[in-house]
Nanobody
Framework: QVQLVESGGGLVQAGDSLRLSCAAS????????MGWFRQAPGKEREFVSF????????NYADSVKGRFTISRDNAKKTVYLQMNSLKPEDTAVYYC?????????????????WGQGTQVTVSS
């Protein structure tokens, strides 16, 4: 099974940028689609972005479309989330996960091997 470690979070001001990384271990990383989710205090975990196993297909939540970019480097077994024009409402713990199951990639239930998360805090 794939294990994931997120990094790159921090405290930034509105309008700044951050690049999150999700490093994977395991031989089959390139076989799996990946997702980024986030969870703010008192809220449910929500979909942020999805990338197919090859990187050829991506999708974004409406709230981040045009500001965030997901990418992956299968040789480095890493998925990235470039976040630009950050807003205070982007404040959350960000998680990456492996899509092990079929069904909607908007649903956290279809993902597994969750990392520990990385905190992103955007001040106004």
């Amino acid at each position: 099974q794939v294990q994931l470690v997120e990094s790159g979070g921090g405290l930034v001001q509105a309008g700044d940028s951050l690049r999150l990384s999700c490093a994977a271990s395991g031989r089959t990383f390139s076989s799996y689609a990946m997702g980024w989710f986030r969870q703010a205090p008192g809220k449910e975990r929500e979909f942020v972005s999805f990338i197919s196993s090859s990187g050829g297909s991506t999708n974004y939540a409406d709230s981040v479309k045009g500001r965030f970019t997901i990418s992956r480097d299968n040789a480095k077994k890493t998925v990235y989330l470039q976040m630009n024009s950050l807003k205070p409402e982007d404040t959350a713990v960000y998680y990456c996960a492996v899509r092990y199951y079929g069904g909607s990639y908007y649903s956290p239930a279809n993902f597994g091997s969750w990392g520990q998360g990385t905190q992103v805090t955007v001040s106004s």
